[in-house]
């Protein structure tokens, strides 16, 4: 079942306020929690999500995994396959565990990313165009704006790839109101999206 990823990455936006996240937690922190809000969600749609899920030992650790059934023997249909990564060194080994080869391979695919630029956006972005083999892959990357530096990443840019195409983005701002983060949503402006398509 294909989902509809931008409207997950909607309703994270508008939900981020509830996770009650401030500047003064740490990374492990923010990872926790957006992986246990992407947990319920998953169980309140009816599908059966799991964390560090190996798919029975036939892959790499997920984060999180939904999936759509399970007949007592065997699981079938790996809906969704989530990674959460804070460390921007890690970013390129995120995008290989969600669209490397493997045995199962999952209908939908969510990287959550830190990346310290717009321009490592860029580069990224090149990769998974080259890399990714599945039909609906949203990368969500936090990052700084280039207007100025602030304790925590205050960008957030969401782009849908159909395999090797951008078919959609959004872009949302972070905010902190007595030092709880709240997310809102802003649009990219056409200059930012050189180089992107």
Request: glycine letters at 12%; charged letters at 25%; a negative charge.
């Given at each position: 079942m294909k989902l509809d990823l931008m409207k997950l990455f909607d309703g994270y936006v508008r939900n981020y306020h509830t996770f009650n996240l401030s500047v003064h937690h740490g990374k492990h922190s923010f990872t926790m929690t957006e992986i246990e809000y992407f947990s319920r969600?998953?169980?309140?749609l009816g599908y059966l999500p799991y964390t560090e899920d190996t798919a029975g030992g036939t892959s790499r650790p997920m984060?999180?995994?939904?999936?759509?059934?399970?007949?007592?023997?065997?699981?079938?249909?790996?809906i969704l396959h989530l990674e959460r990564e804070n460390l921007p060194d890690k970013d390129e080994e995120t995008l290989d565990?969600?669209?490397c080869d493997r045995e199962m391979r999952p209908l939908n695919v969510i990287g959550i990313m830190n990346v310290p630029s717009r321009d490592r956006i860029k580069e990224l972005l090149s990769i998974a165009k080259a890399t990714c083999k599945v039909d609906n892959a949203l990368l969500v990357f936090r990052t700084y704006s280039s207007r100025k530096k602030k304790p925590y990443f205050d960008e957030v840019q969401a782009y849908l790839l159909n395999k090797?195409?951008?078919t959609?983005?959004?872009?949302?701002?972070v905010t902190d109101?007595?030092?709880?983060?709240?997310?809102?949503?802003?649009?990219?402006n056409n200059s930012d999206q050189e180089g992107m398509e």
């Open positions: 969600l998953g169980s309140m984060d999180l995994s939904w999936w759509g059934e399970y007949d007592g023997e065997y699981w079938y249909d790996l565990k969600l669209f090797r195409k951008v959609d983005t959004k872009a949302a701002f109101i007595g030092g709880t983060l709240f997310m809102h949503f802003h649009p990219i």
